[in-house]
């Protein structure tokens, strides 16, 4: 069984679930404050989003079910090299409003100035949400370096904004508005072997360990799958170098899997429910020791794969 239903969230649930998990943060990490606070004004925005893209905004995809079953038998992700038309004037929006955030929250001029861009229209908002979509992260930095911005706060600020549009299309895709996923697609999902999400192509932000399973969270789409085989997400490796462990053994619930072949890493937490989009990245905060203490041994999260068109069906 690869492929695992989120459940059921509005607006108020996942704000709710939200808040709570930042309160429960701050109890035993008062010294985050300030990395919540920033993250509360970036993540209400994306859920507000995203409550306007699935009340019926979102547009039709002429993706038959067959055809996406047929794409996912040769590991090729749904999305991956598809023309999906954006509502850029519907996004555009929440893109300044985050650049805005970020900017008080820390970011400053540099943010400031992607900002300016944008309302200059020198950066085009639609081509930089077709890149992010795309994930072409390589045409980002080329974009941003043209115009003296710095790439990783535009990825950052384009990647929140349309995740709220992916997560909708991975929605659709699921049959999840219509009540029901087609046969041969769900069938397809469940025989997905990759440590890359079947839907969009990235990686998982971390592994959320329920009942006994673990469940590969998408960074990006927030797509939830398991992997039959243990063993490393990104290259497959199960030998002597993949390792997982609880860095600090009074904290079992928080794991580490790290290999030594591919030097890669991916987080594991134990929850009681999966978290709902776009929550997943509360608890990428709440883990972040996990990411410096792992990097500093020489592990890292890999790039993006890359989807050419050649290899589409
Ligand atoms: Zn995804
Ligand atoms: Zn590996």
């Known amino acids: 069984m690869a492929y695992v239903a989120l459940p059921a969230a509005t607006r108020a649930s996942r704000l709710a679930v939200a808040r709570s998990r930042w309160d429960a943060i701050l109890h035993v990490r008062p010294d985050l404050e300030p990395a919540i606070t920033l993250q509360r004004t970036l993540i209400e925005p994306v859920v507000d989003l995203s409550e306007t893209l699935v009340q019926g905004r979102l547009p039709r995809l002429s993706l038959p079910a067959r055809y996406l079953a047929a794409k996912l038998g040769k590991h090729v992700p749904a999305l991956a090299a598809e023309p ?3 509502p850029t004037p519907l996004l555009k929006p929440t893109l300044l409003m985050l650049c805005e955030h970020l900017a008080i929250g820390g970011g400053g001029d540099p943010v400031r100035h992607i900002c300016a861009a944008v309302n200059a229209g020198t950066l085009e908002a639609g081509a ?33 904004t349309v995740s709220p549009f992916v997560y909708g299309l991975q929605q659709l895709i699921l049959g999840r508005n219509a009540g029901r996923l087609d046969a041969t697609l769900q069938a397809a999902l469940e025989g997905w072997k990759q440590g890359y999400c079947p839907i969009c192509g ?90 410096v203490m792992t990097m500093k041994q020489g592990f890292q999260r890999p790039a993006l794969k890359a989807f050419s068109t050649a290899k589409v069906v």
């Not at 959320?208 to 797509?223: D, I, M, P, Q, W």
Request: charged share 25%.
């Open 84 to 86: 999906i038309p954006i």
């Open 128 to 160: 930089v949400f077709a890149a992010t979509l795309s994930r072409d992260q390589k045409a980002i930095v080329i974009g941003s370096r043209h115009r003296g911005l710095q790439s990783e706060l535009v990825w950052l600020v384009a990647e929140l």
């Open 202 to 291: 990235s990686w998982p932000t971390l592994i959320e360990a329920l009942g006994g399973k673990s469940v590969l969270r998408c960074s990006f789409c927030a797509y939830a799958w398991t992997l039959d085989e243990p063993g490393c997400v990104y290259c497959g490796d199960v030998g002597p170098t993949f390792v997982t462990r609880a860095p600090d053994p009074s904290r079992p619930d928080r794991r580490l899997e790290t290999c030594g072949k591919c030097r890669s890493y991916v987080k594991a937490i134990d929850v009681d429910d999966l978290s709902p989009f776009p929550l997943g990245a509360i608890a990428d905060l709440e883990t972040m020791d996990l990411d």
